[in-house]
Each structure stands twice: as structure tokens, then as C-alpha cells.
Nanobody, 121 residues
Framework: QVQLVESGGGLVQAGDSLRLSCAASGRIVGMSAMGWFRQAPGKERELVAAIRNIDGATAYGDSVKGRFTCSRDNTKNTLYLQMNSLRPEDTAVYYC??????????????WGQGTQVTVSS
């Protein structure tokens, strides 16, 4: 089993920055990708950013390209999401996820509990 624990969410103002972290533990050897998803009230869950473990290739949702950066620290088994120039529409619960398949997939195998990010205008 894989455990994913997010941290770093909170309330910020538009234009601010925030960094989310996701600590992975358990049977993570088989994971080929990790990513961040988000879900706002009344909306479908969407991919924010994903990273392929073997070479660090990344993919981003169109709405966050140029503002968000996904990275990882393999020595700490930790995934990060640096969010800059935050907008009110970025408000959502952000989920860390792990996958044994393609990093661009919409459905991942393992999920964290989520962390709330609220951006005020």
C-alpha cells in the first residue's frame, strides 16, 4: 500500500505564492508517476501537474501553465507544487496522487486526503 500525505495548504490573497508538499511512504517502488489534482465545489476533479518518475518529465493543466511548478525530491520521497500568481479560481482542494501507469492519465491509483487552498480576491 502507498500512503500520501499533503501539507502546505491555506488561505492566501490573489497574487501570492504557496508551496504544497506531499510525503510518500509505503510501497512506492512500483509507482511510475506522481501528480497533483484539484477539485473545486461543483466542479470535476482536474489534473494540475504530473511528473514522470523515470526522467522527471512534467505535464500541466492549461490553467496553471507558467504559474505552477511540480518538482520532486527523491531522497525525501516528497513531491512539491510551487504555486505562484495565485488567482481566486485556483481555490480548491488539492490532492496528491501516485500512479503505476502513464503520468498523463486522468485517473491515478493512490490518493492523499487533500489540502484546502483558498485564494481571496
Amino acid at each position: 500500500q502507498v500512503q500520501l500525505v499533503e501539507s502546505g495548504g491555506g488561505l492566501v490573497q490573489a497574487g501570492d505564492s504557496l508551496r504544497l508538499s506531499c510525503a510518500a511512504s509505503g510501497r512506492i517502488v512500483g509507482m511510475s508517476a506522481m501528480g497533483w489534482f484539484r477539485q473545486a465545489p461543483g466542479k470535476e476533479r482536474e489534473l494540475v501537474a504530473a511528473i514522470r518518475n523515470i526522467d522527471g518529465a512534467t505535464a500541466y493543466g492549461d490553467s496553471v501553465k507558467g504559474r505552477f511548478t511540480c518538482s520532486r525530491d527523491n531522497t525525501k520521497n516528497t513531491l512539491y507544487l510551487q504555486m505562484n500568481s495565485l488567482r481566486p479560481e485556483d481555490t480548491a482542494v488539492y490532492y496528491c496522487a501516485g500512479h503505476t501507469g502513464d503520468y498523463r492519465a486522468r485517473e491515478y491509483d493512490y490518493w492523499g486526503q487533500g489540502t484546502q487552498v483558498t485564494v481571496s480576491s
